[in-house]
Each structure stands twice: as C-alpha cells, then as structure tokens.
C-alpha cells in the first residue's frame, strides 16, 4: 500500500465530475487500500478519489473510533435522504484544519458496489450519513464550502491559500 498526496481546495480535479467505474478490478482495489491507509494517516473519516487525484466515482469511509470498519464504496448514489436536516460542523483534508457548519440530511439510503463487484444498499445516520453525503459530493465535483455564505466562502478559500502547505499528505 502506499501513502497518496492529498489534493488542495484549489486543484482543478476536485471540480470535475468522477467518472463512473466500469469495472472493480485489481487497480480500484490498489486504489481504494491506498485511498484508506490515507485517510488514515491523515485522520479523516472520508476519503473520495478525486482527493488524490483520480478522478473516478470511488470513496472509502470510516467513521468508527476504531478504525476497523472500513466502507469502500464503488459508484455510490444516494437514492434517498431523510426529510430531516442537521447544521454541523464539518472539515474537509483538502481543506486541512478548516471546520464550517454545514446543513446535511440526518439520514440518507446509499446503493453502491463493494470491491467484490457486489451491489449493496445500507440506510444510514448521523456521522456515517454526513460523511457519505460529503465523500459523493466530491464525485460530483461539490465541496463543503459551497454550502456556505458567498462571503464566509471567500474568507475560508482566501485563509486556505494563505495555509497551502498544512498537512501536506
């Protein structure tokens, strides 16, 4: 496995829409470990390709402290979100030490393909449900600041360029 270097808010690959996987063969699966031990070591709980510059509708996610509950997701779609809403604080690792509250979907139903070419589908909550909706987000080309006021984004785009080279996975 290898350790990637996470791109920053300003990398255009962050602002084109992933393409879709054709097919989970031996380079997702590289992709996806080398996408985990990452995010790991960057101590996220969410990770999308275009983040290390591969530009492909796959993300891993982690939410638990222990970090032994790996979700590696294969052309994930949310298919459906609760009515319900929740304001929250949230980061980004191609916005290293930047933290805005964000309005997302308390719940949410994913179907996705797992590495081993098998569709799943799991409803999901809180922590685990945020972090979905952000790691899709980053397949269709959306960061978290975009849910901000125009001028809080300015500010946090601006202080970001400033702090380029914080945590330079």
Not at 8 to 32: C, H, N, P
Not at 81 to 101: A, M
Request: hydrophobic fraction near 40%; glycine fraction near 2%.
């Amino acid at each position: 496995m290898a350790i990637l270097k996470i791109k920053k808010y300003d990398d255009s690959v962050l602002r084109e829409k992933a393409k879709i996987v054709l097919k989970v063969d031996d380079d997702v699966k590289k992709l996806a470990y080398d996408m985990l031990e990452t995010m790991y070591l960057a101590l996220g709980v969410g990770l999308a390709a275009p983040q290390v510059g591969v530009s492909v509708r796959l993300c891993v996610i982690d939410v638990n402290l222990s970090k032994k509950s790996p979700i590696i997701m294969v052309n994930p779609i949310i298919i459906s979100c609760d009515v319900k809403k929740i304001f929250e604080r949230e980061g980004c690792l191609s916005f290293p030490g930047f933290y805005e509250n964000v309005k997302r979907y308390e719940k949410v139903v994913v179907r996705y393909t797992d590495l081993n070419s098998e569709e799943r589908e799991i409803e999901t909550r809180d922590l685990l449900s945020r972090a979905i909706q952000h790691e899709v987000d980053h397949l269709d080309a959306k960061l978290f600041i975009d849910y901000l006021p125009k001028w809080k984004r300015r500010f946090v785009e601006k202080k970001a360029k400033k702090n380029r080279n914080v945590n330079n996975w």
